[in-house]
């Protein structure tokens, strides 16, 4: 590892749990002698991006670092970076893909991709997406905080003869969209289209949003779902890290072994 | 130079007119060979402080700097990190300080901090202040765009007789505020408080906010004016780095000229 990249690294350490960290401290976690630490850390602090908090001595992070991610922003907004993630779920499920940004208590949709794989598809024009009873509202749901959940309780709107009406419905399906890592909407929102959805997180470290694939009930199947869930996989981690976010370890664990079992079924057939 | 200075040096080269660059522009930028620019550029890749644009092969900023920015403020509030350049600004000029924000159209109080130097002085309870009548609305109006200053035309509120109700007068007054580097509110928003308040910029590249300094007006004379500005000119520089931000070039050098003209009436006194 070069010194560059071993000097950026220490800046990993920080945290919203330890926002401020002493030269020990960096020399035990990074598990290297003080010495190299700490001209590691004293460059870092020459370029602005660490400095000592004068009342504790301890490192924190320095004003350099501010003017970067308004930059990154502008040159990389999130709806330019989910558009080849979208391309490719697309393409490669033969369904329709779409991102949403969670603002506020609302699923905004962000970007949508179709395919051309089939005369028919699904057409994804809503706006806003209901929390409770689509495929990407139930992945935000099921992983972001207990604000936005008792939030969306209030009206739970009925679109179809599937939605989830009772706050009861809605904590079993996101119980399950937990153990599976994925939103499933089978005709909740609206009647003939299956959706399902994968969460995306931001450097807040909660969820930002959701990307999904909406596809006819009827071309739904074993092979079609585990293909469309095994890209989301994929799809949902380029864009957490392309936002700066990082997919919470539980979930990457349910992840991985949805790979897994997928990859057995693909060997199977 | 250490290696790490020198590659956390290239990402200053990215900014809003150049969001991309490629090896040869950071080569010739920096005035180093291609070889070691293209090492430091791959170490700050592998850390995702970069990345190259797929289309363009050229390097832009990477998602590992969105985390960081976030971090900083969460550490170091805006707030926090004007609390000592107000505690010096009362203390250095005996008058009270106060920070203020620029959100939307409002200016909003920040911070304050009162002096022990005198048994009376000025007292900031306003949560907002006006940006036509108040040092710190000036100092703002003068170094942000046209549609700040346009939007503030609408009413122009009568604080007291000296108050400026015309956009004439204003227009007269920010160009003074230009030329000067300072803010002036000689009894415009309350009869017998004089404010002098300095911009503040953040790392949009646009004003952020004031400073500024409150005195009882008949306290006001040639060295305290003096002593007041210079002051403000140090707080204002250090405010502006804690944030991120950058002080305009020409507002740079108007503050230069004063803080000489200043030392020039203090070796003469």
Redesign the interface.
Known sequence: M????K???L?NY???ET??LGLSEFARAAARDKATVY??L???E??G?IEKN?RTSHY?????????????????PRAVSVK?PLAILAQTTGETAHASLLQGAKLVTLARQTSQAHSTGVVVNEKTLPLHASGSGLAVLAFSGDTLRQQSYAPLARFTEHTVTTPQDLEERLTNTRKTGFGIANQTFETGVHGIGAPVF???GTVAGAIAVAAPAYRINARLDHTIKSQLIIAARSIT?????RVPTKLDDVWDEHSKAASEIGANE
């Open positions: 070069s010194t560059v990249t000097a950026l690294e800046l920080f945290s919203s926002p401020e001209r590691h004293s460059a870092l020459k370029s991006f004068p924190r992070l320095g004003p350099a670092v501010l003017p970067l991610s308004r930059l990154r922003e502008a040159t990389v080849q931001d450097d807040s890290a392309h936002w700066g976010g």
